[in-house]
C-alpha cells in the first residue's frame, strides 16, 4: 500500500487531468449547506466541509432512478417491448467522502450484491465509482462512528484514502482502482510519513459513544416486546428524513409512470417510517403505528442486521439523523435503551 | 425560562396527583444543542423531566390527534391555536384536556444561530434578558435574541394562548403594528416569470421526505393524497413538477387553517422556507374573509361557512 | 384558489370562474368566447404541466 504526497499547489493540475478521464462528484457548498454534486465545469470540490446534510449513497444509489422504458405505440418498431435503460458505467470518481460514508457503501453493498441476486443498477453505478476518501480530523459532537464500527481514518469502502496535512495531502492507496486513479491525477511523489498519528488524534476526538455490545446475543423478542418503545417513539411524526439522510437506508418503491403510449419503470427511495411503505393490496397494514414503525427502523439496524449478518450494525455513526431529525429521536439513546434491555438476558418466552 | 420549567413540573405533578389528566405533554431536554423533544409523562418521577425554553418551537397540538385519554398539554400561543383548530375539527373534545398555556418569547432559529456561527455549535445558552450565548468549537458568540428567532416568530400576533386552563405566568406583552405579509406582498409584486423562478429554486432542493406535512398539525389525513393509489394523483420520483404539485396542493389544503405556527419550516432537513405558501393562504384569508385560523372555538372557519357579503369579485 | 395560483406563477387569465344558469345560453356563449380569446393570446401552457418525469 503506497502512500502518495500532493502539494496542495499540485491539486488544480490533477483535478484537471481527472476531469479528462472521470465523471468527478465531490462535496459542494450550497446556500447554508454542504451537499455531494457532480463536479461540472472545472468546479472543484470543497474539502472544507465537515460533513454533507444528504449523504453520497445518491451517487450510487439516486433517490430517483429508470430501470427501463416501453411504449405502446405500434407505429413504433421497439412497441410493447421493454428497453432497458443505457447502463451507466463511465468512470466516475467522488472525491472527499468521508470514511463513515464510505462503509456505509460496504454495508449497502452486502443487500444488493448477494450470491443469489445481483442489483445490475447499483452495481453498475458502484463498479463504476472510484471513491477517494478524505479521513475526518475535525469530527462533530453528534459522531459517534468509533463504536459503530468504523472510524475517522477507517478504509472499509474507500479506494484511497486522503488526509489533510495543512499545506498537502497525504494519500493512501488502498485499491487497484484507487492506483488507477493516482496515475491519471499524475500525483505520484511517494511520502515519507504515514497517516498514523493523525489517525490516533481525531479518534481520541470523538467522544459520543453507541452502545451495541449486548446486542448480538439479545432475545429479539425480549427486546421487541420492550417496553420502552411508547415512550421512545412518541414524538416521532413519521417523517422519512433520518432514512433519507441515512448513508445506510436502501429501501425502495418501484413505480410505473405512463406518459401519453411511452411509459416507464422508476425506483425511488422509500421510507420505513411511511404508513404506506408496508400497506398490503387488501388495506391491511401490520405495521400500523408509529411505534411499529420506529421500533423496526431501530430493530432494523441495530438487530435484525446484526443478526442476519453478523457484522455489526447497520450504522456508521454518521450523526446525520441525530442532527437532522426534527423532534430529537437519538439512535444513541434508543442503543442505550435497547442494549439495557438486552444485558437484563430475558429471553421472551420466559418473561 | 427556569421559572417557567419549574411551573410546568409542578403543575404536571399535581394534575397527574388529582387524577387531572391519565398523561401530560411537553418537551424534555434535547441531546444536541437547540432541539428538545417533545414527551408524555404519567408519573411524578417523569415530570421532572419537563423543561420550557427557546427551543420548543415544535407544534404539540400534532400529537393530540384522535387521542382518547385525558391529557394535559404545555401549549404556547400558536399551539393553544392549532388546538382549537383540533377541537373545531372533531380532531380532539374540549372536556379532555387541560391546558398549561405558555406565554411565549419567541423560538430559537436553529439555521440562524448555525449560519452566523464559525464552527461547530456546542452549548448555548439564554439569560432572562433576551442574550444567547452560543458556544462553539471556534469561541464563543453573543445574540440579541430578537435577531435569531423564527421569522414567523418575529410576526407572532398570538404569543399567549388563546384557550387555557392555567397560565404558568402572566401574559407577555404581544406585538402591535406589525407587518405580517412583507415577503408574502413582495413576492405578489413579481412578474409570472419572476415567480415561477423563486419557486423552482425554492422547492429545488425537496427530497420529499414529507417532513413539513407530518410536522404540520393540521396534516391528519389518514391517507394524504399523496400516498393515495387508488388513483394514485401524483408521481413519487423527484421530477420537480411533482414536488411543486406536492408543495402547492399541501398549502391548499392549509386554506383558512394554518395558524403559521412555522413547524413545517422549522422540521425541514433541507431549509425549505414553504411557508410562503400558506402565508399567501392566511393572507388573503384575512383580506377577503377578515379571518384568522385558531382564535376562537366559537366560530366557524371561514371556508366553512356561507355569508351573504362573501366577496365575489374572481366570479364573472 | 385562483390567488395562489396566481403567486405560483400562472397566468391569472387561464382560470375564470362564472355562475351561468341552464337558461344562460348567450351569457355561456359569451363567456366561453372571452375565455378562449385570453387563453388563446396567452398562447399553449408550458409549466405546471407534468412531462416524462425527468429523474437520474
Known amino acids: ?351 | ?316 | 384558489m385562483k390567488n395562489l395560483l396566481e403567486l405560483m406563477g400562472v397566468e391569472p387569465d387561464r382560470i375564470h370562474f362564472s355562475w351561468i344558469s341552464s337558461a344562460e345560453s348567450t351569457k355561456f356563449v359569451q363567456v366561453v368566447n372571452e375565455i378562449a380569446e385570453k387563453v388563446k393570446a396567452l398562447g399553449p401552457n408550458r409549466h405546471f404541466v407534468k412531462q416524462e418525469a425527468k429523474v437520474a
Open chain 1, 1 to 351: 500500500m503506497k502512500v502518495i504526497k500532493i502539494d496542495k499547489a499540485q491539486f488544480a493540475d490533477g483535478y484537471k487531468a481527472l476531469q479528462k478521464v472521470y465523471k468527478l462528484f465531490g462535496p459542494v457548498k450550497e446556500k447554508a449547506f454542504y451537499n455531494f454534486k457532480e463536479l461540472v465545469d472545472g468546479r472543484q470540490a470543497d474539502l472544507s466541509f465537515q460533513n454533507t446534510r444528504l449523504s453520497p449513497k445518491s451517487i450510487v444509489f439516486p433517490q430517483s432512478e429508470d430501470m427501463f422504458t416501453y411504449t405502446l405505440d405500434e407505429a413504433s418498431k421497439d412497441a410493447n417491448q421493454l428497453k432497458p435503460v443505457p447502463e451507466k458505467n463511465e468512470s466516475r470518481a467522488v472525491i472527499g467522502i468521508r470514511p463513515c460514508d464510505a462503509k456505509a457503501i460496504s454495508l449497502v453493498r452486502m443487500n444488493f450484491d448477494t450470491q443469489e441476486y445481483k442489483d445490475p443498477y447499483w452495481l453498475n453505478l458502484f463498479n463504476a465509482t472510484t471513491f477517494v476518501g478524505l479521513a475526518c480530523d475535525s469530527p462533530c459532537q453528534s459522531c459517534f462512528c468509533t463504536t459503530a464500527g468504523c472510524g475517522p481514518y477507517h478504509e472499509d469502502g474507500l479506494d484511497i484514502l486522503l488526509s489533510d496535512q495543512t499545506d498537502h495531502f497525504l494519500a493512501k492507496e488502498l485499491t487497484d482502482k484507487g492506483a488507477k486513479l493516482m496515475k491519471a491525477a499524475g500525483w505520484k511523489t511517494k511520502a515519507t510519513a504515514g497517516l498514523e498519528d493523525k489517525k490516533k488524534t481525531a479518534e481520541s476526538k470523538i467522544t459520543a459513544k453507541i452502545s451495541t455490545d449486548n446486542l448480538s446475543g439479545a432475545d429479539t423478542l425480549a427486546l421487541y416486546n420492550a417496553n420502552f418503545w411508547e415512550d421512545a417513539s412518541f414524538a416521532c411524526i413519521n417523517c422519512g428524513t433520518c432514512t433519507f439522510v441515512c448513508p445506510t437506508c436502501w429501501c425502495f418503491d418501484i413505480q410505473d409512470e405512463v406518459h401519453a403510449k411511452n411509459g416507464k419503470r422508476m425506483r425511488n427511495w422509500d421510507s420505513c417510517m411511511f404508513p404506506i411503505f408496508t400497506v398490503h393490496t387488501t388495506g391491511h397494514n401490520p405495521r400500523e403505528t408509529k411505534l411499529h414503525r420506529v421500533r423496526q427502523r431501530f430493530m432494523h439496524k441495530l438487530k435484525y442486521f446484526v443478526d442476519k449478518y453478523e457484522k455489526g450494525i447497520m450504522c456508521v455513526g454518521c450523526g446525520r439523523c441525530v442532527s437532522q431529525c426534527p423532534v430529537n429521536i437519538d439512535i444513541r439513546k434508543i442503543s442505550e435503551l435497547m442494549n439495557k434491555q438486552a444485558s437484563k438476558n430475558i429471553c421472551a418466552v420466559q418473561k
Open chain 2, 1 to 316: 425560562m427556569i421559572t417557567y420549567s419549574n411551573k410546568i413540573k409542578e403543575i404536571a405533578k399535581r394534575l397527574l396527583k388529582e387524577c387531572r389528566a391519565e398523561m401530560v405533554i411537553g418537551f424534555r431536554k434535547g441531546s444536541i444543542p437547540m432541539m428538545n423533544e417533545p414527551c408524555f409523562v404519567r408519573t411524578d418521577e417523569q415530570a421532572d423531566d419537563l423543561v420550557w425554553d427557546s427551543h420548543c418551537g415544535i407544534n404539540l397540538a400534532n400529537y393530540l390527534t384522535s387521542r382518547d385519554e385525558k391529557i394535559a398539554i404545555v401549549a404556547k400561543g400558536c399551539d393553544s391555536r392549532n388546538i382549537v383548530n383540533h377541537i373545531v375539527e372533531n380532531k380532539i373534545n374540549r372536556e379532555q384536556l387541560y391546558i398549561i398555556g405558555v406565554p411565549c418569547q419567541g423560538m430559537v432559529d436553529k439555521r440562524k444561530i448555525l449560519a452566523q456561527t464559525e464552527g461547530e455549535v456546542l452549548q448555548i445558552t439564554e439569560t432572562e434578558n433576551g442574550q444567547i450565548t452560543v458556544k462553539s468549537a471556534n469561541g464563543e458568540k453573543t445574540f440579541s435574541k430578537s435577531d435569531v428567532i423564527q421569522q414567523n416568530c418575529s410576526v407572532c400576533i398570538q404569543p399567549n394562548p388563546v384557550l387555557y386552563d392555567e397560565m404558568v405566568a402572566d401574559p407577555v406583552q404581544g406585538q402591535t403594528d406589525i407587518d405580517q405579509f412583507a415577503d408574502v406582498r413582495a413576492l405578489e409584486a413579481m412578474s409570472t416569470e419572476e415567480k415561477r423562478a423563486y419557486f423552482d429554486e425554492l422547492l429545488a432542493p425537496c427530497i420529499r421526505c414529507y417532513a413539513c406535512r407530518n410536522a404540520c398539525p393540521l396534516c391528519y389525513c389518514p391517507t394524504c393524497f399523496v400516498d393515495e393509489s387508488k388513483p394514485q394523483w401524483l408521481g413519487k420520483s423527484q421530477d420537480i413538477m411533482d414536488i411543486k404539485t406536492f408543495h402547492f396542493l399541501r398549502a391548499y389544503h392549509c386554506a383558512g387553517r394554518c395558524t403559521d405556527c412555522g413547524a413545517c419550516e422549522r422540521a425541514c432537513p433541507v431549509g425549505i422556507n414553504m411557508r410562503i405558501l400558506t402565508k399567501k393562504l392566511n393572507k388573503d384569508c384575512l383580506d377577503l374573509y377578515d379571518w384568522q385560523a385558531g382564535m376562537s372555538i366559537d366560530k366557524r372557519p371561514a371556508l366553512d361557512v356561507y355569508q351573504t357579503n362573501d366577496p365575489e369579485k374572481f366570479i364573472k
